[in-house]
C-alpha cells in the first residue's frame, strides 16, 4: 500500500525549533516530488515548498521561503519539514503529499506560551 | 503568483441535485508541455484533501463519475452530476505551474 506516515502532534513555545517528518512506503521515493501544505485553523490550504527526493531540488512558495527548511533523507524514505524559531502563526496543521494525490493524515503544530 | 479564484465560496444542495463549482486563475495554464496543470480536490471533515480531477478533466482513482471537471486556459469548472450526501466538504482547485489552491468552496446538504 502506498502511503506517507506524518510524525505526531508537536506542543512548543515561542522561539523553540522544530523538525516534522514524512515517511514513505510502498512506491518508490526518489522518483516523486513531496509537498508540505499549511492549514491554519479553520483556513484554507497553502502550498509551502516541494523536493524531490532523488536529488534533493527544493522550491518554496515565496510565502514561505526563508521561514522553513524542506530535506529529505533517501535512505529511509523520509522527508522533513523544520523551523529554526516557531512563532505562536505557525500554529497549523501540516500536511505532507506526494506527487498531489497521497496524503499523510497531517501533523498538527501548536506554539504557545 | 497566479491567484486562482474560486465561486462560489459555499454552496447547499439538496441531494440528487447538481452542483457546480468555478475556479478561474490570473493567468493561462496551459503550460508548454500541452498539459494544463489544474487540479481539484476534496478536504472532507476531519481528513487531508483527496484528489478528485487532476489537469482538467481526468478522473482520479476510484472518483465517482457523477464528478466531471471542463474549462481551459484560465476558466475551469467542477460539475457533480448527483450531489450526494459523502460529498460534503470543502472543494479546492489547485494550480501546480506555481502551486497555489483556491479559497475552498464549502458544499453542505440542504
Known amino acids: 500500500e502506498v502511503q506517507l506516515v506524518q510524525s505526531g502532534a508537536e506542543v512548543k513555545k515561542p522561539g523553540e525549533s522544530l523538525k516534522i517528518s514524512c515517511k514513505g512506503s510502498?512506491?518508490?521515493?526518489?522518483?516523486?516530488?513531496i509537498g508540505w501544505v499549511r492549514q491554519m485553523p479553520g483556513k484554507g490550504l497553502e502550498w509551502m515548498g516541494i523536493?524531490?527526493?532523488?536529488?534533493?531540488?527544493?522550491r518554496y512558495s515565496p510565502s514561505f521561503q526563508g521561514q522553513v527548511t524542506i530535506s529529505a533523507d533517501k535512505s529511509i524514505s523520509t522527508a522533513y519539514l523544520q523551523w529554526s524559531s516557531l512563532k505562536a502563526s505557525d500554529t497549523a496543521m501540516y500536511y505532507c503529499?506526494?506527487?498531489?494525490?497521497?496524503w499523510g493524515k497531517g501533523t498538527t503544530v501548536t506554539v504557545s506560551s | 503568483d497566479i491567484v486562482m479564484t474560486q465561486t462560489p465560496l459555499s454552496l447547499s444542495v439538496t441531494p440528487g441535485q447538481p452542483a457546480s463549482i468555478s475556479c478561474k486563475s490570473s493567468?493561462?495554464?496551459?503550460?508548454?508541455?500541452?498539459?494544463?496543470?489544474l487540479y481539484w480536490y476534496l478536504q472532507k471533515p476531519g481528513q487531508p484533501p483527496q484528489l478528485l480531477i487532476y489537469?482538467?478533466?481526468n478522473r482520479f482513482s476510484g472518483v465517482p463519475d457523477r464528478f466531471s471537471g471542463s474549462g481551459s486556459g484560465t476558466d475551469f469548472t467542477l460539475k457533480i452530476s448527483r450531489v450526494e450526501a459523502e460529498d460534503v466538504g470543502v472543494y479546492y482547485c489547485?494550480?501546480?505551474?506555481?502551486?497555489?489552491f483556491g479559497q475552498g468552496t464549502r458544499l453542505e446538504i440542504k
Open positions: 503529499a506526494a506527487e498531489g494525490h497521497v
Open positions: 510502498g512506491y518508490s521515493f526518489t522518483s516523486y516530488w
Open positions: 523536493i524531490y527526493p532523488g536529488d534533493s531540488d527544493t
Open positions: 493567468q493561462s495554464l496551459l503550460h508548454s508541455d500541452g498539459k494544463t496543470y
Open positions: 489537469e482538467v478533466s
Open positions: 489547485m494550480q501546480s505551474i506555481q502551486l497555489t
